[in-house]
């Protein structure tokens, strides 16, 4: 059962994680049966369930970082337990696709097969599938840990094609997709410092943490001026305007900030004798 850890013991800490992974789809249903999600309800139910889905994605790949950063073991227990959720999320967001096209299974073929942001994430869910079939402690040992964890690495590419898929399904409105960029680099930074050997370092948190805040508001200056001939200093300068909407780089700046200092407030607290 998800409630309990490794040595067969109840955990309270997995039984509230499993209660908060059901929150964002009990949330939508009951918006949906309530008529809270606008003109097009399922529509909007299926881009909600897939933008957590993403979400649960990043959260797990969260999991290793926090484990070393905050000095807490026992949080990798909780990496399966997510990862499954997040490939749950995905199947669903896929089903209610289906459900949204009346069932009409060939042209929900179709339209996976010839538009390529649903070929994207039809990838990424396959991705997704494999890894959550592998995820048993049984698979683990019948594939053997080598190739296991060789395996397991494929959530990077599931999570880089769902940023993609998220960004070309939003069209004109890409500031979430660009938060998700952001915080996706910033995982993907942090485990290529711990492949460096790097990880330890006192100045890791704080350097991730500007580079983040920095990345992303010039990958978004760079898209803007792309897509929409939008000047780039005009697009940097609105990081700097809190009279409006938070910028994509701002929120993930202040992940990654709050992230920083929870890392250095663990690591200056005072070891038990």
């Given at each position: 059962?998800?409630?309990?850890?490794?040595?067969?013991?109840?955990?309270?800490?997995?039984?509230?994680?499993?209660?908060?992974?059901?929150?964002?789809?009990?949330?939508?249903?009951?918006?949906?049966?309530?008529?809270?999600?606008?003109?097009?309800?399922?529509?909007?139910?299926?881009?909600?369930?897939?933008?957590?889905?993403?979400?649960?994605?990043?959260?797990?790949?969260?999991?290793?970082?926090?484990?070393?950063?905050?000095?807490?073991?026992?949080?990798?227990?909780?990496?399966?337990?997510?990862?499954?959720?997040?490939?749950?999320?995905?199947?669903?967001?896929?089903?209610?696709?289906?459900?949204d096209e009346n069932f009409a299974m060939i042209k929900v073929v179709v339209e996976i097969a010839i538009?390529?942001?649903?070929?994207?994430?039809?990838?990424?869910?396959?991705?997704?599938?494999?890894?959550?079939?592998?995820?048993?402690?049984?698979?683990?040992?019948?594939?053997?840990?080598?190739?296991?964890?060789?395996?397991?690495?494929?959530?990077?590419?599931?999570?880089?094609?769902?940023?993609?898929?998220?960004?070309?399904?939003?069209?004109?409105?890409?500031?979430?997709?660009?938060?998700?960029?952001?915080?996706?680099?910033?995982?993907?930074?942090?485990?290529?410092?711990?492949?460096?050997?790097?990880?330890?370092?006192?100045?890791?948190?704080?350097?991730?943490?500007?580079?983040?805040?920095?990345?992303?508001?010039?990958?978004?200056?760079?898209?803007?001026?792309?897509?929409?001939?939008?000047?780039?200093?005009?697009?940097?300068?609105?990081?700097?305007?809190?009279?409006?909407?938070?910028?994509?780089?701002?929120?993930?700046?202040?992940?990654?900030?709050?992230?920083?200092?929870?890392?250095?407030?663990?690591?200056?607290?005072?070891?038990?004798?």
């Open positions: 059962m998800p409630w309990y850890d490794a040595a067969g013991r109840f955990s309270w800490l997995k039984l509230a994680v499993l209660i908060l992974l059901c929150v964002p789809a009990a949330l939508i249903a009951a918006d949906y049966i309530a008529g809270e999600l606008g003109p097009r309800p399922l529509n909007e139910a299926v881009h909600q369930i897939g933008n957590w889905a993403l979400r649960l994605i990043l959260i797990s790949l969260a999991v290793t970082p926090l484990r070393a950063l905050l000095r807490w073991p026992r949080v990798v227990q909780l990496r399966r337990m997510i990862g499954v959720a997040a490939f749950v999320y995905v199947a669903a967001h896929l089903l209610l696709y289906v459900v538009r390529i942001y649903l070929t994207i994430g039809f990838v990424a869910l396959l991705i997704l599938a494999a890894l959550a079939i592998t995820s048993t402690d049984a698979m683990t040992r019948r594939l053997g840990g080598r190739i296991w964890r060789n395996l397991h690495r494929a959530v990077y590419l599931a999570a880089l094609l769902s940023v993609i898929h998220f960004f070309m399904q939003s069209k004109a409105n890409v500031n979430e997709p660009w938060i998700m960029a952001g915080l996706f680099a910033w995982l993907m930074l942090w485990r290529v410092a711990n492949w460096r050997g790097k990880a330890g370092r006192i100045w890791l948190p704080a350097a991730l943490a500007i580079g983040a805040v920095f990345g992303t508001a010039l990958g978004e200056a760079v898209y803007y001026a792309i897509e929409f001939r939008a000047p780039m200093d005009r697009v940097l300068a609105m990081n700097l305007d809190f009279s409006g909407d938070l910028r994509p780089a701002v929120i993930v700046g202040a992940i990654s900030a709050g992230l920083a200092l929870l890392a250095y407030g663990f690591r200056l607290r005072p070891r038990a004798p």
